[in-house]
T-cell receptor, first 113, second 109 residues
Framework: EAQVTQNPRYLITVTGKKLTVTCSQN?????MSWYRQDPGLGLRQIYY???????DKGDVPEGYKVSRKEKRNFPLILESPSPNQTSLYFC????????????FGPGTRLLVL | RKEVEQDPGPFNVPEGATVAFNCTYS??????FFWYRQDCRKEPKLLMS???SGNEDGRFTAQLNRASQYISLLIRDSKLSDSATYLC??????????FGTGTKLQVIP
């Protein structure tokens, strides 16, 4: 089954404690993204990756890091989380071309105290 | 000005009604356009792509007007199961993807 998985699904942490949210896709897509979703602001792109070892900033990259060492994995790293990073995070993989589609993971709810 | 703007709603409509959503975008170089659906606290899912020639999928019709930089979605014969938030999405090919904040639809029995 084609899918995007994220872990953990729910996370409560404290300010400054480094964390990683993993994302994996089994569709061999080259393009992957991370988004955060906040009330009234919609989904905003944090980082995207067009292929292995190729990443670029989206609209709200401050406070986040990503890496793309393998095609299937695209982890999101918060080196020093702050309360304003409390949000719902989605990972997505994307197929481009005529049948362009983004496939989203189930989301990770993060609370930073 | 936001890159992609939508009326947040909510649109409360009775079953069987026809409802239309519009979305405007600011970047004239945008290449691809979509409508996604998001149920409460769930991940967005592609509803349909939007082409200049217009496209239809069952009760759903999408239109793109490049000259005026707006996208529309028409839902005919609304069902209770259509209740969701509808997200307008614009992308520049390989570059970043921009979502509107969404329009909430509530179909009432």
């Amino acid at each position: 089954e084609a899918q995007v998985t994220q872990n953990p699904r729910y996370l409560i942490t404290v300010t400054g404690k480094k964390l990683t949210v993993t994302c994996s896709q089994n569709m061999n897509h080259e393009y992957m993204s991370w988004y955060r979703q906040d009330p009234g602001l919609g989904l905003r792109q944090i980082y995207y990756s067009m292929n292995v070892e190729v990443t670029d900033k989206g609209d709200v990259p401050e406070g986040y890091k990503v890496s793309r060492k393998e095609k299937r994995n695209f982890p999101l790293i918060l080196e020093s989380p702050s309360p304003n990073q409390t949000s719902l995070y989605f990972c997505a993989s994307r197929v481009l071309g005529r049948k362009e589609t983004q496939y989203f993971g189930p989301g990770t709810r993060l609370l930073v105290l | 000005r936001k890159e992609v703007e939508q009326d947040p709603g909510p649109f409360n409509v009775p079953e069987g009604a026809t409802v239309a959503f519009n979305c405007t975008y600011s970047n004239s170089a945008s290449q691809s356009f979509f409508w996604y659906r998001q149920d409460c606290r769930k991940e967005p899912k592609l509803l349909m792509s939007v082409y200049s020639s217009g496209n239809e999928d069952g009760r759903f019709t999408a239109q793109l007007n490049r000259a005026s930089q707006y996208i529309s979605l028409l839902i005919r014969d609304s069902k209770l199961s259509d209740s969701a938030t509808y997200l307008c999405v614009v992308s520049g090919g390989y570059q970043k993807v921009t979502f509107g904040t969404g329009t909430k639809l509530q179909v009432i029995p």
